[in-house]
């Protein structure tokens, strides 16, 4: 993703119904993807920031939006960055831990990519594949080499 992006995210606990029926009210039909947004673990701390929303499109209602985040919903921005994607097929939340595992013990190793302190996130279409549960974007860049120099 090489431009900003704008979540609306929720703010506080409401009724999985009313939650997801005020999510969805923002978009327009094909434009209703949830998006389940991950801050960075930091070594310092112990918890992460997650939150749950959509993507603000020009087309979003203002006025939706406005009376949203009087409510206690609020905007989560992400900058430019590239991802790996990954495609969790299952059940369940399951199947993202299981590819969180595939992503440390086989994509970092083999792919000349390492992990970045951005935010990463899952993509829960509104009209997904069969059998997909979610696509989870994880932030990367390319390894840098190691100087030989340094092992000599």
Not at 1 to 8: C, E, T
Not at 114 to 122: A, M, Q, S, V, Y
């Amino acid at each position: 993703m090489g431009q900003i992006m704008k979540y609306l995210i929720s703010g506080q606990r409401a009724g999985r119904k009313r939650f997801f029926d005020e999510l969805y009210a923002l978009g327009q039909e094909g434009k209703r993807d949830i998006y389940g947004l991950c801050s960075p673990t930091r070594e310092d701390e112990e918890t992460f920031d997650y939150g749950i929303g959509v993507i603000l499109h020009e087309e979003t209602p203002v006025e939706k939006v406005e009376k949203l985040l009087s409510q206690g919903y609020r905007i989560w921005e992400t900058g430019p960055a590239t991802y790996a994607v990954f495609s969790c097929f299952g059940e369940d939340g399951g199947c993202i831990s299981e590819m969180w595992g595939r992503f440390f013990k086989e994509f970092l190793p083999q792919s000349g990519y390492e992990h970045t302190d951005e935010t990463d996130f899952e993509i829960y279409f509104e009209k997904g594949a069969p059998g997909l549960f979610c696509e989870l974007w994880v932030p990367v860049t390319v390894r840098k080499k190691m100087d030989k120099k340094l092992f000599r």
